[in-house]
């Protein structure tokens, strides 16, 4: 008999305020474990811009974390792959002391896999099993190429990565940051995978799930939970018993040092942040789109010289504070627009942008106080939708620049990939040829455009 621990994280996203418990329990289970083997991996999303920490350092400060815990192997998410720039994500993992296991991303130069990456992992126990590890991450096919890497379907990749684990190992494991839907189409269709580690739908299994015979774990978002996987196998290196628990971060012991530890990964973030000074601004630009100088009147300006386009829209609920008379640095326009999100140039016919403005106008009510979550959004709601270059007379009539709309003409709009991802406005993905601007998020055009009109 041979008995297995692995211990998981997966969407962490930056919450550093749930580390220091998540960091205890760990070196607990590893230090007071009476099983033969003890395991320790990450599924992704481990980083979040949203943190000024993570931004400040493209992230290597959560690597250092992973590191100070020993992970024996990890693979990315989107926030890792999509929200840094080809090199940043090429460095991110220069001083990791785990193996990246990713399987699916590829340079789109050199065609090869990620210089940083292994399609696989093969682990040998002190008692001669073999578990192979995989690693996939979500096939983003619109905007991986945009950062000239090359991303594989599923489909593409695990039926060979599969077939030769299983004439090498006595275990496969996937490290899968695909999603729940797709966690559960590969168990009917791979039950020679023993174990999915599941993640990036942020779900969560506290006992598991048995999916034709394969085991699937999650644990949730944030660190709020923490995964545990036990594995028995007999003599004949078969397995005779796996089960899934996890463990609520919240019903863990808080010591007083921990809230010393947190402020300071916030402030540390802060202050190197606020060590980059953009622009000096000669009067407090207002979140509040009611009052003098609305600070979304200077972001429609920079989105659509950005664009180079006849008109931008963007929405209130993207600026989370003011900006205040005087210097402004990197950490104001974190704070303001911690989003990962970029700016998009759309193209498209006279008639479709008409019935995307009527989109807009239908949803305008309900998105005003929407409580939006996810898709590189970072804030509370959606907001009041506004408009450069657009108008609309009281026979929905619309105009560019004051003049009417030619229906077959091409016009091009300065918007955002969120509203792409976004259910409310489907004439952006059905008639919009869309170019989503990597690699700056919007608050580095922005920057860059009050750097330009407000100079220090």
């Not at 950005?306 to 504070?321: K, P, V």
Request: hydrophobic share 35%; with cysteine.
């Amino acid at each position: 008999m041979e008995t297995i621990k692995i211990i998981h994280t997966n969407d962490l996203h930056s919450h550093f305020e749930n580390f220091p418990r998540i960091k205890r329990f760990i070196e607990d289970k590893r230090t007071n474990n009476s099983d033969d083997e003890f395991y320790l991996f990450d599924i992704g999303d481990a980083m979040d811009r949203a943190h000024p920490l993570t931004d400040a350092t493209d992230g290597k400060s959560n690597i250092e974390w992973l590191n100070s815990l020993k992970y024996d192997a990890a693979t990315i998410g989107n926030n890792e792959g999509l929200g840094n720039s080809h090199s940043e994500l090429n460095h991110l993992y220069g001083k990791a002391n785990f193996e990246v296991i990713l399987g699916n991303l590829f340079d789109k130069e050199t065609g090869k896999l990620a210089s940083f990456a292994k399609p696989y992992k093969i682990i040998e126990t002190k008692k001669n099993t073999k578990i192979g590890v995989l690693g996939l991450t979500a096939p983003y096919i619109l905007t991986y190429p945009l950062l000239d890497w090359d991303i594989h379907l599923i489909q593409e990749t695990l039926p060979g990565l599969v077939s030769k684990l299983e004439k090498d190992c006595d275990v496969i494991i996937l490290l899968s940051h695909l999603g729940v839907s797709m966690d559960r189409r590969i168990a009917k269709k791979y039950p020679q995978i023993d174990v999915v580690i599941g993640s990036h739908t942020h779900h969560l299994f506290e006992k598991g799930e048995m999916d034709n015979g394969v085991l699937l774990a999650a644990a949730g978002k944030y660190g709020q939970n923490i995964g545990e996987i036990n594995l028995v196998l007999d003599d004949d290196k078969k397995i005779t018993r796996k089960d899934a628990v996890t463990t609520r971060t919240s019903s863990l012991q808080e010591n007083p040092e921990d809230k010393a530890w947190i402020d300071g990964k916030m402030h540390q973030g802060e202050q190197l942040l606020d060590e980059v000074k953009v622009a000096n601004i000669p009067q407090t630009m207002s979140r509040n789109i009611n009052k003098e100088n609305p600070v979304i009147e200077e972001g429609l300006t920079a989105i659509k010289e950005f664009a180079d386009a006849d008109a931008a829209i963007l929405s209130s609920g993207l600026f989370l504070q003011s900006l205040h008379k005087g210097t402004v640095s990197k950490n104001d326009l974190h704070k303001m627009l911690p989003h990962a999100i970029h700016v998009m140039r759309t193209k498209m016919s006279g008639d479709n942008v008409w019935r995307l403005v009527m989109e807009m106008e239908k949803n305008r009510a309900f998105l005003r106080n929407h409580p939006q979550k996810g898709m590189g959004f970072r804030g509370k709601t959606f907001g009041e939708i506004v408009y450069r270059g657009i108008s609309i007379d009281d026979k929905k009539n619309v105009y560019i620049n004051g003049e009417a709309i030619h229906k077959k003409k091409e016009y091009t709009l300065a918007l955002l990939d969120h509203y792409l991802f976004v259910p409310y406005f489907p004439s952006i993905e059905i008639s919009g040829n869309n170019d989503i601007l990597y690699p700056k998020f919007l608050r580095s055009v922005f920057g860059d455009y009050l750097s330009k009109k407000y100079p220090i």
